[in-house]
């Protein structure tokens, strides 16, 4: 397994797979991989000939005050198990190969950046201003680094997902993007890189993210359509944890990300949650499709047979 560090050898090594005939998929990362990350590389080499994991920490995805400096980085350690996996090439590159005409060395400040409107005014983008410019930014020159057929992004940033798939089909982007489920520990927690920051007490806590989504999804498929009292469940359940701080709880439309207070039967909805341990900001969601016919219809459609069958 290769570590490209340019984007010219990047370009060179996509070029020469696709002059095969073979086809390359991606899988952008910020390094620190777990279990989640290690099946999106699964999900890649089903999909594609040829798999590249990026790792980059992307600075303009983190705001000010955010852990861009802290994040977990260990280029090695996440090499041994890609190359474990069967991954072909890792693309690592410096900063200033992703943000030339920039002379700041962490906080790079590009004049060209790739934005779609709306799809942050909720949820995370609601608190983490100019969070998804950065991302989408970095997705898009790691498009054009590495040339792939096939991108694998996980479900459990719901909202990056829904955000990238608009900007592909707006720009044609000619990627295919596959979403990956939500990969947990045994408890129901998300993987997430960012759980290596919670000391004991709070990681015992952080299972009540997983019981507020699905206190969401279960009353959703038990015929509530009222979006508020979606969101009073999972608030109750996180309320079970002594030292979580909610920053939201939410259902929105899964695929325009726009708020709803009805939930239409048959539509696909989003429940998602983000909460702080001490400064660990951890997020959690459940894509759900409101059921077409809510269970109280269909207990009164069974009654109704039953009565005109003993009529
Ligand atoms: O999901 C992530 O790890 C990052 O947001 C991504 C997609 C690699 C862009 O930096």
Redo the contacts with the bound molecule.
């Keep these: 397994m290769d570590i490209l560090r340019t984007v010219s050898e990047m370009q060179s090594y996509a070029d020469a797979v696709h002059a095969t005939g073979k086809t390359v998929g991606l899988v952008?990362?910020?390094g620190a991989l777990h279990g989640g990350h290690l099946s999106l590389m699964d999900l890649a080499l089903n999909h594609a000939d040829r798999v590249v994991a990026?790792i980059?920490?992307?600075p303009t995805?983190f705001g000010p005050g955010e852990d861009f400096e802290e994040y977990p980085r260990d280029l090695e350690g996440d090499a041994d198990k890609l190359r474990e996996r069967g991954v072909d090439v890792v693309f690592a590159p410096a900063a200033d190969e992703m943000y030339p005409h920039n002379d700041h060395p962490t906080r790079p400040a590009p004049l060209a950046w790739v934005e779609v409107e709306e799809f942050d005014n909720v949820l995370c983008g609601k608190y983490r201003e100019g969070h998804f410019r950065?991302?989408t930014t970095?997705?898009t020159k790691?498009f054009n680094a590495c040339k792939p057929d096939v991108a694998v992004?996980?479900q459990k940033?719901a909202q990056?997902l829904a955000i990238?798939k608009r900007m592909v089909d707006e720009l044609l982007f000619d990627v295919e993007i596959v979403s990956a489920p939500i990969i947990r520990e045994p408890d129901g927690l998300a993987m997430s890189s960012r759980n290596a920051y919670l000391n004991e007490r709070h990681r015992e806590q952080a299972t009540v993210l997983y019981d507020a989504i699905q206190e969401a999804e279960s009353a959703i498929r038990g015929g509530e359509q009222d979006a508020n009292r979606v969101v009073r469940a999972m608030r109750d359940a996180l309320d079970n944890a002594p030292d979580a701080r909610v920053q939201y709880a939410d259902v929105v439309n899964a695929g325009t990300l726009t708020s709803v207070e009805t939930l239409d039967r048959g539509e696909d909805v989003l429940a998602a949650v983000a909460v702080y341990f001490g400064d660990t900001r951890l997020i959690d969601n459940v894509h759900v499709r409101v059921p077409a016919v809510s269970s109280t219809d269909a207990v009164s459609a069974d009654s109704e047979r039953a009565g005109s069958a003993g009529a």
Excluded: A, E
Aim: no cysteine.
């Design positions: 952008p990362t910020m990026s980059f920490v992307n995805q950065g991302v970095v997705v790691l992004f996980g940033d990056q990238l």
